[in-house]
């Protein structure tokens, strides 16, 4: 059973231009989460999303930033026209069901660096 | 709002010593998660603690749960280098979503 997938693991992007990072979860997992970590810091929780259907974005910066969890294939995280202010490391993760029980697995992560 | 505060932020130790990190977290929550992250790698998971009076061990790594006094420790024993890396605690939202809030993280270096 593959772990959680995760591409590109490293993104260079322009000013301006656009990311995209994406996160296949593991097999069985219809929940994916996305966090994200800046240089010398802990991780903080952007966005949670279902098969279709995003539950709490909490996170998520108002502008710039989306995220989907299509029927088929990986769940996408959408930068556009990146900042420095958004370089850093993407982490999704991904669970069996949202519930106190399950354990969220995390994928390698997408370091994103913007010039 | 649940916060997550952990201490030292770095710990400098000698092999052979034994050190604890703390986690301290605001609000009540049933599960606290300690991770282990190399530089430039993912998250590697320690332990879930479920419930109160929770102690789990692994090899020279022991950790613990009070969910009253809301502290989680984690315990190093003789340390060896290999364990220099950062560790973060986090511990789950609960509600309709258990989304995972971390803590600072702390910066270990075991020096020879």
């Known amino acids: 059973n593959a772990g959680v997938m995760q591409n590109p693991r490293h993104l260079v992007r322009r000013r301006g231009q656009e990311a995209r990072l994406r996160c296949s979860p593991m097999k069985g997992h219809s929940h994916v989460y996305w966090y994200r970590q800046l240089p010398e810091e802990g991780l903080k929780f952007m966005v949670y999303l279902q098969k279709e259907n995003i539950i709490d974005e909490s996170g998520m910066p108002k502008e710039r930033f989306s995220a989907e969890f299509p029927k088929e294939g990986p769940s996408i995280l959408r930068i556009q026209q990146v900042v420095r202010g958004d370089s850093a490391a993407y982490f999704c993760a991904s669970s069996p069901l949202a519930q106190l029980l399950y354990e969220q697995y995390f994928g390698p992560g997408t370091r994103l660096t913007v010039t | 709002e649940l916060k997550v505060e952990q201490n030292p932020l770095f710990l400098s130790m000698q092999e052979g010593k034994n050190y604890t990190i703390y986690c301290n977290y605001s609000?009540?929550?049933?599960?606290l998660y300690w991770y282990r992250q190399d530089p430039g790698k993912s998250l590697e998971s320690l332990f879930v603690l479920l419930s109160n009076g929770a102690v789990k061990q692994e090899g020279r790594l022991m950790a613990s749960l009070d969910t009253k006094a809301r502290l989680s420790t984690l315990h190093i024993t003789a340390a060896v280098h290999d364990l220099s890396a950062t560790y973060f605690c986090a511990v789950a939202d609960g509600g309709a979503t258990n989304k995972l809030i971390f803590g600072t993280g702390t910066l270990l270096a075991v020096q020879p």
């Open positions: 609000t009540t929550s049933d599960r």
